[in-house]
């Protein structure tokens, strides 16, 4: 692993863009569909609503779900998302295949799966090969912002601060809303600056008109 994060840091000019995210319509989709979901044995958290904003976008913003090789740009139309889990030795990131063709509950239910067989220790290679986009989730211990560090050879990777509550200013009114940060770090060589504000413009975009079929 440190070997790992020394070469990303080597080979790959880091730069991180942060956006602040309303996650209020979340937080009620969740209050509301969170019954069912674990009627079904599976717990309703953020993660499946903001994979489902990420792979959405990254389908729009293909340059970011992409690798830097010597003979240029790869691009990746299939979207495999890594999402990392703690352990006690640190961080596996297992894999979310074709994420954007999941429904929300089979997202949810993805997650908590590969998240009990890796803090088992019953996760398997294949389930850690062929991520194209990674995502770590350090809001869970209460982090507010983070600069990650990109899981070569993939162009971005994103993490989510906690979701807390904030003084917010809507329609003219005080309300209290729920927050979080996105912070992405990405490949300069790959993706500019112009790029990655679009992409998590479009990540907020989602997650803030709640636009999901739960």
């Not at 003979?71 to 990131?93: F, Q, S, T």
């Not at 809303?177 to 990405?186: D, E, V």
Request: zero cysteines; proline letters at 5%.
């Amino acid at each position: 692993i440190a070997e790992h994060m020394v070469r990303s840091k080597r080979e790959a000019p880091h730069v991180t863009t942060v956006a602040e995210v309303d996650m209020t319509a979340v937080a009620e989709l969740r209050r509301r569909h969170g019954p069912s979901y674990a009627d079904q044995g599976v717990k309703l958290t953020y993660m499946p609503f903001i994979l489902n904003a990420i792979a959405r976008a990254l389908k729009e913003h293909p340059d970011l779900n992409a690798e830097w090789t010597e003979k240029g740009i790869l691009l990746k139309y299939r979207i495999h998302l890594g999402v990392a889990v703690a352990v006690e030795e640190g961080l596996i990131v297992p894999v979310v295949r074709d994420a954007d063709r999941l429904s929300l509950l089979d997202l949810a239910t993805a997650i908590q799966t590969l998240a009990e067989r890796t803090r088992a220790g019953k996760v398997s290679p294949a389930d850690l090969a062929g991520g194209t986009f990674t995502v770590t989730n350090p809001g869970v211990f209460g982090a507010v912002l983070s600069t990650p560090i990109i899981h070569q050879p993939q162009a971005a990777i994103l993490a989510t601060g906690r979701v807390a509550d904030a003084v917010g200013v809507v329609d003219g009114g005080i309300q209290i809303r729920k927050r979080m940060f996105l912070s992405l770090s990405y490949d300069h060589r790959i993706v500019d600056g112009a790029s990655a504000a679009r992409f998590l413009q479009r990540v907020r975009e989602i997650l803030e008109t709640a636009d999901f079929q739960p």
